[in-house]
Structures are given as structure tokens and as C-alpha cells.
């Protein structure tokens, strides 16, 4: 399949979902995931309308960072090791993996402006996923405040793989009420309007509960290399 043709069906299941919820769909910022393909691929996806790029290594990032800047926003989707940061920090214009006090050290080291931030849950609690728990997060948010580079935009989570929708509209929820919690507050620093969730097989329900931005790769570009 072109992407041209993947885009649209994601559109059209984008608009159902949004209009269940009567949630406005150009709203909804569509973050194409290469990190399985080819620049070309990529650059298929840009013609097809795509406008926002993430990969979650830094060497995918890297190499395709130096051949596609131009009216591209880069999302950075990966958990960031520390000694990383000042390769990529200066080059991505979203990061959705803050989850640790010393990454956020670092940034503010490394980091020549402001640098755009989601802080990373681990709301299903699985092992496997980076991010904090959601009982942490408030304390690490009031922590960021000394950190003057660092500019939480929102929160981001990973669902488990599931076809229990119960349980994705569950975790998805869970990420929602932190992020009004936050919201509330008020921080200068933390304006947390946006949510990072929702992935090839679950950003429809990642929709109905709030996502700001789905994070999109083998339904989009493809899973082939
Ligand atoms: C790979 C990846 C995605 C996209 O996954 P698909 O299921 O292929 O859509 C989204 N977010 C993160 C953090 C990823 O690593």
C-alpha cells in the first residue's frame, strides 16, 4: 500500500473517533513513525501531507535528521541515554521521553534553547516500558521547575499490546486526569496540554480519551525496512 492510501484510511478512522467524542480531528497531530523504513519511504510520507517525523534511536534519528529538515517537525519517540543528549537535543523539536531527574540534568547542560518535553508514564506498569509511575509524576513535574530549559508540553504514555479495549481505555484515561492534574497548576514551565498516546493498532481509542498526538508506524509507512 502507498502511504498516500494509509494516510487516508488513518484520516477517516481518525474522524470517527473524534466525532464519537465530538473532538475537533485537526486537533489531532499525526506523528509518522519511521523508524522501520527507508528515507525514500520517509520522504513518500512528507508527500503525502506528513508534516511530523519520529524515530526513537538516535542513530535513525541522526541519519535521517541530516537528509530531511525542511518543513519537518522531529519528534524524538525513544528512551534517551544519557550520554545521547548532546547529539540529538539540539536538533529535535518535540522529546516524549523525559523520565528521569539526571536526563533532565543533562538537557540543561546540553541544550542551546528551550527544549519541548513530554514526560514519559509507564501506566500499565509492565516492565518492559520506560516512564514513570504515575504516583511519581507530580513530584518529578515540581522538580522540573528549576531545570529552565526544560518545557513539559504534556505526558506520553505506551499501551500494552492488548485487544482489551476495557484496559486501553483505561490506561489512556489514567494518562488523561494526570495530565489535567498538571494542567490545573498552572506551571510556567509545565503548560502539559498535549498527550502523546495512541499507536498503530489503538490510536482510535487513544482519541476518544484525549491523545493530542498518535505516534504512527506500521499502519502508516510500514513495518518493512
Ligand atoms: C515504534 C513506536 C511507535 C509506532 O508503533 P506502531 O505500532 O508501528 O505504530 C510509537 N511509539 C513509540 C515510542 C515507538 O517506539
Same mark, same amino acid.
Given at each position: 500500500m502507498d502511504v498516500? #492510501?494509509?494516510?487516508?484510511?488513518? *484520516? $477517516?478512522?481518525?474522524?470517527?473517533?473524534?466525532?464519537k /467524542?465530538?473532538?475537533?480531528?485537526?486537533?489531532?497531530?499525526?506523528?509518522? /513513525?519511521? *523508524?522501520? @523504513? $527507508?528515507?525514500?519511504? $520517509?520522504?513518500?510520507?512528507i508527500e503525502a501531507g506528513i508534516s511530523d517525523l519520529g524515530e526513537n534511536r538516535q542513530e535513525g534519528f541522526l541519519e535521517k535528521y541530516d537528509q530531511i529538515q525542511d518543513n519537518v517537525t522531529w519528534h524524538f519517540i525513544g528512551s534517551l541515554q544519557t550520554r545521547k543528549v548532546k547529539d @540529538?537535543?539540539? *536538533?529535535?523539536?518535540? %522529546?516524549?521521553?523525559?523520565?528521569?531527574?539526571? %536526563?533532565? *540534568?543533562?538537557?540543561?547542560?546540553?541544550?542551546?534553547?528551550t527544549v519541548n518535553c513530554f514526560i514519559q508514564v509507564n501506566v500499565? =506498569?509492565?516492565?518492559?516500558k520506560h516512564g514513570l509511575h504515575p504516583d511519581e509524576v507530580m513530584e518529578f513535574v515540581?522538580?522540573?521547575? #528549576?531545570?529552565?530549559k526544560i518545557h513539559i508540553v504534556g %505526558?506520553?504514555?505506551?499501551?500494552?499490546? $492488548?485487544?482489551?479495549k476495557e484496559l486501553l481505555h483505561?490506561?489512556? =484515561?489514567? %494518562?488523561?486526569?494526570l495530565r489535567d492534574t498538571i494542567k490545573e497548576r498552572n506551571y510556567p514551565f509545565a503548560p502539559c496540554e498535549y498527550l502523546s498516546m495512541g499507536m498503530s493498532n489503538d490510536y482510535d481509542i487513544a482519541i476518544e480519551e484525549g491523545a493530542t498526538h498518535i505516534r504512527i508506524g506500521s499502519k502508516l509507512v510500514g513495518a518493512n525496512k
Open positions: 498516500a #492510501q494509509n494516510l487516508a484510511e488513518i *484520516k $477517516t478512522k481518525i474522524n470517527e473517533a473524534s466525532h /467524542v465530538n473532538r475537533d480531528p485537526n486537533e489531532i497531530t499525526i506523528i509518522a /513513525v519511521t *523508524k522501520y @523504513v $527507508t528515507i525514500e519511504r $520517509t520522504m513518500e510520507a @540529538v537535543i539540539n *536538533k529535535v523539536d518535540y %522529546l516524549h521521553s523525559l523520565d528521569r531527574l539526571s %536526563l533532565a *540534568k543533562e538537557i540543561e547542560k546540553r541544550a542551546s534553547s500499565s =506498569g509492565e516492565d518492559s515540581e522538580k522540573i521547575s #528549576q531545570y529552565t %505526558l506520553m504514555t505506551m499501551a500494552p499490546h $492488548t485487544e482489551d483505561q490506561v489512556f =484515561g489514567i %494518562l488523561r486526569n
